[in-house]
């Protein structure tokens, strides 16, 4: 056993934990600068009208009230960019001058696109003077035709939303081979389908966004303090594309992050408006949503229609895979929005499974809503959504177990490296294990016995199974330049040594709440045989720590991790050949032992430095040879060969309540495998949240719109979130199949356990009703939903 091991992989106490618990953690709200000015930002109340006049006078006399602003303030500032489109095919955006896709202006001057549509700014002495300063900003609209439907919008005769962008159509995006495909579906013995909507939701994080700017005149420099997911991404996206400032004048910081999701990754329009603002005014400019304007202005999630065929023979064999479908991208493409609609979610429709011939489809299309992007689990969610519902129906269709069905089609352990014919090259997996070891665990074959048990108290009893593989490790920068990313994906990390023995470990990436400073410091002191305690960690500050791309889509651990690894395993190199100056040896004489004391082999009593004594003697630089500089300051940019692909096996167990038609998860197993975990208490948290949110798509959250593109579901009032009380005790394993792709084998796992939940319960409640020929419910299953299906004629029993 490594001295690595002793630390790393073992679960622990997080270090960030007491701070937050005791209410000590600096959030944006907190953030005070001297002469702090606030912002609050004026929302369209329409989904779609022409503006025909604003007028600002009055709120511009209004007490405390330092500026007001609207489009005509900003035309020399460039659009926000879309940085992730389509990769290989056509594609219209609004236009950005860099000839890059573009997203949207700062704020809306002619036009606005959906209901909170931002078109001007107040900006005041008291957060209160400027939100009570909107109220008499008069606007002159012209009311338009609203579309909110991507299947619609892309109809003939749909409302048009961009001049750009003909029929709406953003992209017609294509995997897999459709030849194949559609033989496979001509051929076939069974042939079952389904039309899906994978509801559109909102992102919940318990901080709303925030920003504050920061403009210093003497020097000419800016400073944004954000809560996001990447501050050097935004630093890059926002000095490079919008400004058009030195990249070297602006830095970014992230306090701490009150949760994200996905959502605090993108590029908004307050992050410049506060740096202008401070600009224009001399002073720092804070500005943080409310809940209300967190749901009208930052990203959504999922939001596809679609359209599913499989094709199998009568014995099980899944023969061939169909997808159609309709991606809502709202009224402007966020910055990587295009990606998730289509790569993300298209790729990955095979799941665990060998499909001969499998071919999906995307429309991509703008509509009169909130902008598309990441939710946690993104695209693979709806992946998982889809094939795992299809194989349920087939398995009905033909009269096999559901378990039996997927069992027979599980890729194959000896078939790795995998490729799934639609994009994606499985690097490693143990699927059949992962899934026996879920289902005897969720003591799947007492089913039966559990039904009637349930059934003699007025409940009907359902059990679904959803299996899923999750791309993750985002990632190889060659092979995301080919899916349309207009960027690196690399990761990196800092490591410094100090001459008293402790460590400086710096990280590009940035935590909303995963722990991070726990276990980078569990990866450092693996490697360095050294205690957590002396290691500290820093990252969210792009002054302060190396450029990085930030945290999503699973890839902190796996990407920022390795590479710490990697850089401490050069600090461990250098200590060594220092050691043989010292010790006047060969290098390869010299052993950097587990307990980080370095000695020459086979003299470890009389010949060795502990950790501490060569820190010191590289600082000192007394007796080191020319080739040797004094000090250890390492860095890596680490990008891998490939993505990682988690996966796992998760079997949810509902009761129905049969007078009102309630459904209650009460138990659930998940057996996930994130290839190997550095910190299984931290794990765990994680799956467990996951879990819960994919519970809420299942059974409650949805965002909807009216007629007239109204978000109805604009506050916790009306948008239902899973509660405590919803949520059964969960049942955890999980299986290590490590990654070939990166040196600690670890796979993502943030995310990974929200992408198979949703299916696995509406499996279970479909599996409830189906004696009543039910075969497809779409989410939310609320009560009212699946009452009606127990009351087809709308009288109780």
């Not at 094939?387 to 089609?409: C, F, H, Q, S, W």
């Not at 330049?481 to 040594?497: A, D, P």
């Not at 792709?741 to 479909?766: D, Q, R, S, Y």
């Amino acid at each position: 056993m490594s001295a690595g091991r002793r630390v790393l992989g073992v679960a622990s106490d997080c270090r960030e934990d007491p701070q937050l618990l005791r209410g000590e953690a600096t959030f944006i709200a907190d953030v005070e600068l001297p002469r702090m000015t606030h912002m609050a930002i004026l929302g369209s109340e329409h989904a779609h009208a022409l503006i025909k006049g604003i007028d600002t006078s009055a709120a511009e006399a209004m007490p405390g009230v330092l500026k007001v602003v609207t489009a005509a303030d900003f035309a020399n500032v460039m659009p926000l960019p879309c940085i992730w489109i389509p990769g290989g095919v056509e594609s219209h955006f609004p236009p950005h001058p860099y000839g890059l896709p573009g997203s949207r202006p700062l704020l809306s001057g002619d036009r606005v696109r959906h209901v909170g549509d931002q078109i001007a700014a107040v900006v005041a002495e008291t957060a209160w003077q400027a939100h009570a300063a909107l109220k008499a900003i008069r606007v002159d609209y012209e009311l338009l035709p609203v579309v909110t439907r991507a299947d619609d919008a892309i109809a003939e005769g749909a409302p048009q939303l961009h001049e750009a962008v003909p029929g709406n159509l953003n992209a017609y995006w294509t995997c897999g081979n459709k030849e194949a495909t559609e033989r496979a579906l001509a051929d076939a013995e069974v042939k079952v389908e389904l039309d899906l909507v994978n509801q559109r939701t909102i992102n919940s994080p318990m901080e709303p966004r925030g920003a504050v700017g920061h403009y210093v005149a003497a020097t000419d420099d800016y400073t944004l303090y954000a809560s996001t997911q990447g501050p050097h991404n935004h630093r890059f996206l926002l000095a490079a594309l919008v400004l058009g400032i030195p990249f070297n004048k602006l830095r970014v910081i992230a306090p701490t992050v009150g949760g994200s999701f996905g959502t605090k990754g993108y590029l908004y329009p307050d992050m410049a408006l506060v740096l202008l603002l401070s600009k224009m005014l001399g002073r720092p400019v804070k500005w943080v949503d409310t809940r209300t304007g967190l749901m009208r202005s930052t990203v959504q999630g999922r939001d596809h229609r679609q359209h599913v065929t499989l094709a199998g023979t009568r014995d099980g064999r899944i023969t061939g895979l169909h997808c159609t479908s309709y991606a809502n991208l709202g009224a402007y493409p966020s910055t990587i929005g295009p990606g998730v609609a289509t790569a993300l979610m298209g790729r990955s429709i095979s799941g665990m499974y060998q499909i001969p011939a499998a071919f999906c489809e995307v429309y991509v299309a703008f509509t009169n809503t909130v902008p598309l992007g990441a939710q946690r689990g993104s695209g693979r969610a709806e992946a998982t959504f889809l094939m795992e519902r299809l194989v349920d129906r087939y398995a009905t269709e033909i009269g096999m177990d559901p378990a039996e069905v997927r069992r027979k089609n599980l890729v194959p352990n000896d078939a790795f490296p995998y490729e799934n014919g639609l994009g994606w090259t499985y690097d490693s997996g143990s699927y059949r294990e992962n899934f026996d070891k879920a289902l005897e665990l969720a003591g799947y074959t007492d089913m039966d016995e559990r039904k009637a048990e349930a059934r003699g108290r007025g409940k009907r009893l359902g059990v679904g199974i959803a299996c899923y593989v999750a791309i993750c490790g985002v990632g190889p920068s060659t092979r995301m330049s080919q899916e349309g990313m207009l960027g690196g994906t690399w990761e990196s990390s800092n490591i410094r040594v100090h001459p008293t023995g402790e460590v400086s470990a710096t990280v590009g990436s940035a935590s909303t709440g995963q722990s991070h400073y726990t276990v980078y410091a569990q990866v450092v002191a693996d490697e360095l045989g050294i205690d957590p305690a002396q290691v500290q960690v820093m990252e969210a500050d792009t002054l302060r720590a190396p450029y990085g791309q930030g945290t999503y889509g699973s890839r902190s651990f796996s990407m920022a991790g390795p590479s710490l690894a990697l850089t401490a395993r050069k600090v461990k190199e250098k200590m060594r050949r220092a050691a043989a100056a010292l010790f006047q040896v060969d290098v390869d004489k010299v052993v950097y032992g587990e307990d980080g004391v370095i000695f020459v082999q086979g003299e470890r009593e009389t010949q060795s430095k502990t950790f501490a004594d060569l820190a010191m003697a590289l600082w000192y630089g007394w007796n080191l040879p020319p080739e040797i500089e004094p000090t250890i300051d390492e860095t890596t940019f680490f990008d891998p060969p490939d993505f990682n692909y988690p996966f796992g096996t998760h079997v949810a167990v509902v009761e129905v309540d049969e007078l009102t038609g309630q459904t209650e998860v009460v138990s659930y197993t998940a057996v996930d495998d994130a290839g190997f975990v550095g910190n299984p208490t931290i794990v765990k948290g994680q799956i467990e949240g996951s879990i819960v949110h994919g519970f809420g798509q299942a059974l409650m959250e949805q965002a909807v719109y009216d007629e007239q593109g109204n978000l109805v579901t604009a506050d916790f009032r009306n948008y239902a979130l899973p509660r405590a009380a919803d949520v059964p005790f969960f049942q955890l394993d999980r299986t290590e199949t490590p990654t070939p792709h990166n040196p600690l084998g670890a796979k993502g796992a943030g995310e990974i356990a929200t992408v198979p939940p949703a299916a696995a319960v509406v499996n279970a409640v479909v599996n409830a009703l189906a004696d009543l020929g039910v075969q497809h419910l779409d989410m939310p299953l609320t009560p009212e939903k699946v009452w009606r299906q127990l009351n087809p004629e709308g009288v109780a029993p």
